[in-house]
T-cell receptor, first 111, second 120 residues
């Protein structure tokens, strides 16, 4: 089957760096996306990797390695407002058109 | 509009009743997506539209679920004979175009605030 696995919860302190991993089992996909969702809010797009390597957007960076079936989201200089759930997502290239979202990681930033 | 809007924001219904959820995408966005999110869970993809067409409906949980889009804009998700397991937040998203391999800002999905459905 096709699935994206993430750690359920990560805790870090303000100012720290945290990495949220996403491992997947899918034969092929267009790219790896990351979304942030605050409690009670809608998901918002953070980053997208179509190719292997690192994409940097301000304090957030995302990495993809197709050969290792692995990606991660890196958050630097953590702020309290970064406390949220983070989801990775892919659109498989084969079969039906269905976005697959990861299980989600709840990030808690402590003062 | 400025963003994706959904209505109603909350819906409480009795088991067996039909409900209709509405999504207004960002103006000019050709692609529209419906997701379902149960409490504390990830997003479950339901269906997408390219224009008014939904090429693949296999993500809909059962034949009680249907969706349509008219005029390349507003979409409605209808759930017939609601069951308690249908209780969830239903999220709609839109993008300028359907995602493809080449990175472009056009495939970024913008989500609406969701409709919280509670089936008693």
């Amino acid at each position: 089957g096709q699935s994206l696995e993430q750690p359920s919860e990560v805790t870090a302190v303000e100012g720290a760096i945290v990495q949220i991993n996403c491992t997947y089992q899918t034969s092929g996909f267009y790219g790896l996306s990351w979304y942030q969702q605050h409690d009670g809010g809608a998901p918002t797009f953070l980053s997208y990797n179509a190719l292997d390597g690192l994409e940097e957007t301000g304090r957030f960076s995302s990495f993809l390695s197709r050969s290792d079936s692995y990606g991660y989201l890196l958050l630097q200089e953590l702020q309290m407002k970064d406390s949220a759930s983070y989801f990775c997502a892919v659109l498989p290239t084969s079969g039906t058109y269905k976005y697959i979202f990861g299980t989600g990681t709840r990030l808690k930033v402590l003062a | 509009g400025a963003g994706v809007s959904q209505s109603p924001s909350n819906k409480v219904t009795e088991k067996g009743k039909d409900v209709e959820l509405r999504c207004d995408p960002i103006s000019g966005h050709t692609a529209l997506y419906w997701y379902r999110q149960s409490l504390g869970q990830g997003l479950e993809f339901l269906i997408y539209f390219q224009g008014n067409s939904a090429p693949d409906k296999s993500g809909l949980p059962s034949d009680r679920f249907s969706a349509e889009r008219t005029g390349g804009s507003v979409s409605t998700l209808t759930i017939q004979r609601t069951q308690q397991e249908d209780s969830a937040v239903y999220l709609c998203a839109s993008s300028f175009e359907v995602a493809g391999f080449h990175r472009s800002s056009g495939d970024t999905q913008y989500f609406g605030p969701g409709t919280r459905l509670t089936v008693l």
